[in-house]
Structure formats: C-alpha cells, structure tokens
T-cell receptor, first 109, second 115 residues
Framework: GQNIDQPTEMTATEGAIVQINCTYQTSGFNGLFWYQQHAGEAPTFLSYNVLDGLEEKGRFSSFLSRSKGYSYLLLKELQMKDSASYLCAYPYNFNKFYFGSGTKLNVKP | GAGVSQSPSNKVTEKGKDVELRCDPISGHTALYWYRQRLGQGLEFLIYFQGNSAPDKSGLPSDRFSAERTGESVSTLTIQRTQQEDSAVYLC?????????????FGSGTQLSVL
C-alpha cells in the first residue's frame, strides 16, 4: 500500500528552527517532494529528494533516508509568512502523486 | 499560459445538479492531474492524464465523476448529481513529466459548495 504520515499541527516561534517529519511506505520509490500551501492557496513546490542526505536551499532544507522511509523539512529563522501547511508527497510509478495530509505550522511572534 | 488556470474559482450548486470544472494547464505540459481537498485535509488523488488519455482512473470516488482532456490541453472534471459530500476544493496540476523529479504546478482550485 501507499501510506504517508505527518504530524497534524505544530507551533513555533518567529526566528526559531522547526523540523517537520514525514514517514512513508511505498513499494515503488521515485523520490520525495515537499510542498507549501498557504491557507486558501494552491500548493507550491519546495524541494525534491531522491538520494539519501540533506538538500539545503536557503532557509529551507530537506532530508531523506530511503532505508528508514523517513524525510524531514527543516525551516530555519522562522518568519511569520512561513505559517502554512507543509505537504510531503511521492510519485508512485512516476505519475500518481500521493500526498500526506499536511502539517499545519503556526509561527507566533 | 503563464500558470495553471482553473474556472470557476467558486461554484455553489444544489444537491442533485451537475457541475463542470475546467482546467487550463501550462502550455506544453503533457501530464495533468486532478485532486480533491476537503477542508483541513490533504490532497486526494482523483485522476491523471498523460496527453489525452487517462491511464489511471482509480481515484475517482464514484461513477458520478468523470474527466476528459482534449488537444493535450484543457481538461474538464464533471460531477453528476452532486451530493453534499462532494463539497471541497478541486485542484488541478500539470507537469512536463520528463522525469521522476518533475514537480507539479497547481492551479488555485475551484471551491465547490453543494447545498
């Protein structure tokens, strides 16, 4: 089967660091994506990992461990505008993207 | 076009009526996807198109749902005899699908409310 699990909601303080975890189970792995979705808006692409390790992109980094079926998104120097839902997803057979339910991040002053 | 365009942005209908949702993907994108997102929940896969064909329709919730794509461009998602549980945001996405790492570009969605 295809399963993705993420925490439902997290709260962090402006300027802090937060880690959002994602675990998945799939019989066919073709990489893992992270998307950001602000309330009432469409999801937008953040990162893609296909190999193990950390991919850094400015304030955002994404980590993948294929053997553990585990990924996380690391957000540094949190800003109020980072308040959004963060969705992890993977493409099954390259085409059928499965999304987690998303982690709603609340950034407080 | 510059981005994925969906119309209408909002649709209010009465239970039992049919609705048609439209998606204009980014020009040149061969893959097109429909997702449903209920309030506070994640994205539920409905169907995807490779060109004008739909290899995987397994996500369509019932036979009241259908979709088509023409000219490797515009797609329409039709819901017949709408029910209240159909109320959700329907998101369309497209990609070039040239490799496994190709990201999806989403439209702003159609908010469907069935009264």
């Amino acid at each position: 089967g295809q399963n993705i699990d993420q925490p439902t909601e997290m709260t962090a303080t402006e300027g802090a660091i937060v880690q959002i975890n994602c675990t998945y189970q799939t019989s066919g792995f073709n990489g893992l994506f992270w998307y950001q979705q602000h309330a009432g808006e469409a999801p937008t692409f953040l990162s893609y990992n296909v190999l193990d390790g950390l991919e850094e992109k400015g304030r955002f980094s994404s980590f993948l461990s294929r053997s553990k079926g585990y990924s996380y998104l690391l957000l540094k120097e949190l800003q109020m505008k980072d308040s959004a839902s963060y969705l992890c997803a993977y493409p099954y057979n390259f085409n059928k993207f499965y999304f987690g339910s998303g982690t709603k991040l609340n950034v407080k002053p | 076009g510059a981005g994925v365009s969906q119309s209408p942005s909002n649709k209010v209908t009465e239970k039992g009526k049919d609705v048609e949702l439209r998606c204009d993907p980014i020009s040149g994108h061969t893959a097109l996807y429909w997702y449903r997102q209920r309030l506070g929940q994640g994205l539920e896969f409905l169907i995807y198109f490779q060109g004008n064909s739909a290899p995987d329709k397994s996500g369509l919730p019932s036979d009241r749902f259908s979709a088509e794509r023409t000219g490797e461009s515009v797609s329409t998602l039709t819901i017949q005899r709408t029910q209240q549980e159909d109320s959700a945001v329907y998101l369309c996405a497209s990609s070039t699908q040239t490799g496994p790492g190709e990201k999806l570009f989403f439209g702003s969605g159609t908010q469907l409310s069935v009264l």
